[in-house]
């Protein structure tokens, strides 16, 4: 899979072979600091999707860079993509993660102001772990809202079934 890079992302890398010798060219901070987050951000987007070696040469082909420039961030990508990965890892957000789930169904009949009235509602406690500590959430809903939810839920998980989301959800991996 090839990185494609915006061209944005290549006119902050097309400063890339000349930020080396910054103090000598003349080159102002902003471009040395364009070329550094160029590089930042195509090894970081390199690493994320894990692209082959072969892929990253593709990829960085494209910029022009001379064969020298190319073979020094190829071995750069090496050496360092476990390292940006589990960097990347540990930027993640931790999301909290379900341990079980309690649900009562409660129906008011009447009230002191209407005796024919019929009101239900569903009540949940949702039981979740985020780092090592265990959390409730309290939710109330009426009927409708639940199934409509439901309904949702089911929709995504179907849509998650289908080879265009297996294929992004594989890459994002």
Known sequence: MLLVLSEEQKAHLGCLPRAGGAGRLGLGA???????EGLAFLLAESARLTI??????????????SDELNKSLLQLYL????????ILGELAPK???YHSL???????????????????????KLHLNQNEEQ???????DPSTLLHLIQQLEQALGEMKTNHCRRIVRNMK
Request: no cysteine.
């Open 30 to 36: 902003d471009a040395v600091q364009r070329a550094a």
């Open 52 to 65: 082959s070696e072969i892929d990253f040469q593709d990829s960085i082909h494209v910029l022009g860079f």
């Open 79 to 86: 050496d360092n993509r476990k390292e940006i990965r589990s």
């Open 95 to 97: 999301l909290p993660s």
């Open 102 to 124: 309690e649900w009562r169904l409660d129906v008011q009949l009447a009230s002191r102001s209407l005796r024919q009235q019929i009101k239900p509602a569903v009540t949940i």
């Open 135 to 141: 959390t409730a959430q309290v939710l109330q809903t």
